[in-house]
T-cell receptor, first 114, second 115 residues
Framework: SQKIEQNSEALNIQEGKTATLTCNYT??????LQWYRQDPGRGPVFLLL?????KEKRKERLKVTFDTTLKQSLFHITASQPADSATYLC?????????????FGAGTQVVVTP | DAGVIQSPRHEVTEMGQEVTLRCKPI?????LFWYRQTMMRGLELLIY????????DSGMPEDRFSAKMPNASFSTLKIQPSEPRDSAVYFC?????????????FGDGTRLSIL
């Protein structure tokens, strides 16, 4: 069966350091992979999208990599700030499934301390 | 621009009661998604619509759940009768197109508690 795995343990990191989150998947061949941020009591907010033929994507302090051989995406927050504290979810499409359907990982909580 | 609007934000009701959750998607978005989020199961897609037509309802857990989209600016998710295990946060999301390369825009959810 198809599975998406993100670290279930919270990532505690000091302000200014780089946070690296992992999204692993099995039995998928996604064309796209997306990352979202979710704050307590709020809905997920889209951050970045990367295509299967892209190795890396950047947006301000965020960087995403996508390795279709390893079936893994890494999400980096550089120069982290306390405001980056949130839960980060990865989401994959499945071209063999219904068009437009995304499946989400469980998310990894990031806590940035001053 | 207004985002996805959900109501109510919180709902507490007793087992057996009918619950109706409401969603107004972003204007111009052709796809609307209903998700449920719990600690145990994470964010699960229940059903989604394209141009007001249900496309995939394979995530709807039981016949007690139903969803409608009578027009492009309104959708409902109904649970009848409700059970304690339905307690969760229910999110509505919309996107301009339905491809995996389109971001989904989420509302802030309805926190549902069934006693």
């Amino acid at each position: 069966s198809q599975k998406i795995e993100q670290n279930s343990e919270a990532l505690n990191i000091q302000e200014g350091k780089t946070a690296t989150l992992t999204c692993n998947y099995t039995n998928y061949s996604p064309a796209y992979l997306q990352w979202y941020r979710q704050d307590p009591g709020r809905g997920p907010v889209f951050l970045l999208l990367i295509r299967e033929n892209e190795k890396e994507k950047r947006k301000e302090r965020l960087k995403v990599t996508f390795d279709t051989t390893l079936k893994q995406s890494l999400f980096h927050i550089t120069a982290s700030q306390p405001a980056d504290s949130a839960t980060y979810l990865c989401a994959l499409d499945n071209p063999t499934d219904s068009w437009g359907k995304l499946q989400f990982g469980a998310g990894t909580q990031v806590v940035v301390t001053p | 621009d207004a985002g996805v609007i959900q109501s109510p934000r919180h709902e507490v009701t007793e087992m057996g009661q009918e619950v109706t959750l409401r969603c107004k998607p972003i204007s111009g978005h052709d796809y609307l998604f209903w998700y449920r989020q719990t600690m145990m199961r994470g964010l699960e897609l229940l059903i989604y619509f394209n141009n007001n037509v249900p496309i995939d309802d394979s995530g709807m857990p039981e016949d007690r759940f139903s969803a409608k989209m009578p027009n492009a600016s309104f959708s409902t998710l109904k649970i009848q009768p409700s059970e304690p295990r339905d307690s969760a946060v229910y999110f509505c999301a919309s996107s301009q197109l339905g491809a995996g390369n389109q971001p989904q825009h989420f509302g802030d959810g309805t926190r549902l508690s069934i006693l």
